[in-house]
C-alpha cells in the first residue's frame, strides 16, 4: 500500500494537472457513479488526508479516492490513450491534461461539506496541518496491550504511515515492533510519533526511497526491504515476518540485535 509521503506527492502532481482548469472529460468506471458527470466544473485543489486524496470541484462535490494496494493516478497529456482492460476506475481530463485512475481502491463522489464521512475516522495526518505529535501519542496509549508495530499502522492513530516507514522508524529509534505499547513512556513516544513524522516530512518532496539493490533513484532505506542481509550498524541478519490479525497483517522488517527494546 502507497505510502503518506506517495499519495502526498500524487495529491501534488494532480494539482498541477487539474487545479484552475474546467472539465472536459468525466469518466466514472465504478457502478456508484456511473452516470455522474463533472464536464465543465473547474477543479479547485486535491488534498492530501493520510492516504486519501480528496480532489474538490466547483459546485461543492468532492472525489474521494484511496489507492489500496496497487492503485495509481497516471498524468498524461489531454487525448493519450488510457489503458486497456477493466484497470481504469475513473478518468479526469481537462483540454491540456488528464488524469486516469488505475485500479483505484475507493472513488467516490459526495458532497464537500461531507468529506468527514470518509476521512473523519483518521488520526492527524502526519504530513499535514492538523499534524499533532501528543495527540498521536495518546491515541497510541489508549491500545496498551497492542505491539508498537502495529498500533503505528492504525490510520486512526495517525494517518499517512505504511510499512516503510513503519519499519524505518523503529530501525531508527532501536526500538523492536513487538514491544507493548503499555511498556513505552510517554516521552518515548513522544519522540517516536515525532520522528515517524520527521522522516516522512524529509521525503515527502524526495525520490521514492528504495531498497538495496533497486535501481530506481532515491535515497536507500536502511531496513525496510533488506531480509536476510545484514544489518548496516551491527552486521546481524535483518529478519521480517507478518505483523497483525489476518486479513490485515502487514510485513515488518527490523533488527533482532539492534532493535531489542
Not at 489531454?78 to 488528464?98: C, F, H, I, K, T
Not at 505499547?181 to 524526495?206: C, F, Q, R
Not at 531496513?223 to 535483518?238: F, K, Q, S, T
Amino acid at each position: 500500500m502507497p505510502e503518506g509521503d506517495a499519495v502526498y506527492r500524487t495529491a501534488k502532481r494532480l494539482r498541477a494537472a487539474l487545479d484552475g482548469r474546467p472539465l472536459t472529460r468525466s469518466d466514472f468506471r465504478v457502478p456508484r457513479h456511473a452516470l455522474a458527470d463533472l464536464r465543465g466544473r473547474g477543479v479547485l485543489t486535491t488534498a492530501s488526508r493520510g492516504k486519501h486524496l480528496l480532489t474538490r470541484v466547483e459546485g461543492g462535490l468532492t472525489v474521494h479516492t484511496h489507492l489500496r494496494m496497487d492503485g495509481s493516478w497516471r498524468i498524461s497529456p489531454a487525448g493519450r490513450p488510457s489503458p486497456r482492460g477493466d484497470v481504469v476506475r475513473l478518468l479526469l481530463a481537462n483540454a491540456e491534461w488528464q488524469a486516469v485512475g488505475i485500479r483505484l481502491g475507493m472513488v467516490d463522489l459526495l458532497r464537500t461539506d461531507r468529506e468527514e464521512t470518509v476521512v473523519g475516522h483518521l488520526g492527524p495526518d502526519l504530513l499535514g496541518p492538523d499534524w499533532d505529535a501528543e495527540r498521536a501519542s495518546r491515541n497510541v496509549m489508549e491500545a496498551p496491550g497492542r505491539t508498537i508495530g502495529e498500533a503505528l499502522l492504525d490510520q486512526r492513530t495517525m494517518a499517512g504511515i505504511g510499512t516503510i516507514w513503519r519499519a524505518e522508524t523503529l530501525y531508527a529509534a532501536r526500538m523492536s515492533p513487538w514491544r507493548e505499547v503499555g511498556t513505552i513512556p510517554h516521552d518515548t513516544l513522544l519522540s517516536l510519533v515525532t520522528l515517524a513524522h520527521d522522516l516522512m516530512e524529509a521525503s515527502k518532496d524526495a525520490p521514492l526511497p528504495v531498497t538495496t539493490g533497486d535501481p530506481r533513484p532515491g535515497r536507500s532505506l536502511l531496513v525496510y526491504g533488506r531480509a536476510h542481509r545484514p544489518c548496516r550498524r551491527c552486521g546481524n541478519e535483518i529478519s521480517s515476518g507478518d505483523m497483525g490479525a489476518q486479513p490485515y497483517e502487514r510485513l515488518i522488517y527490523w533488527c533482532r540485535v539492534c532493535q531489542e527494546g
